[in-house]
């Protein structure tokens, strides 16, 4: 029976390398991969989630002490779900190459790290 818990291990790990984001049972920090930086932000700092549903398109809107997470795309109320538990360990763009598999999957398609205020704040250009 070890064979079969193998090749299922080895297919959850492939799994994982398709999802948008992935859950843990205690992380300490949420870590946010766009397409040229990655973000770490302890949950220390977490104060308000988010959840829209507008026009076909889903938004969820993660709020820490001086940063704003706003995440786009398709089935996104599970990681806002997990949010609630504190249980979300990273997020990141799904790659281009994997679109279409794991429909069943919600998908990130844009993200964006912001300072709170946006474009109000006195640092921006």
């Known amino acids: 029976m070890e064979k079969p818990q193998n090749k299922t291990d080895s297919t959850d790990e492939s799994a994982k390398n398709l999802t948008s984001w992935r859950t843990a049972t205690s992380p300490q920090c949420l870590r946010v991969e766009t397409t040229n930086e990655v973000h770490l932000f302890p ?22 002490q001086d940063r704003i997470v706003l995440v ?12 609630e538990r ?19 999957e919600g998908t990130i398609e844009e993200i964006d790290v912001k300072e709170k205020g946006g ?6 250009s």
Do not use: M, W
């Open 119 to 124: 474009q109000n704040s006195p640092n921006a």
């Open 86 to 104: 504190l249980a979300v360990e990273r997020i990141r763009l799904r790659p281009e190459k994997y679109e279409g598999l794991g429909k069943s």
């Open 43 to 64: 949950y220390g700092y977490f104060q308000h989630a988010k959840f829209v549903r507008q026009g076909g398109k889903e938004t969820v809107q993660i709020q820490f």
């Open 72 to 83: 786009k795309g398709k089935g996104l109320e599970p990681l806002c779900d997990a949010l």
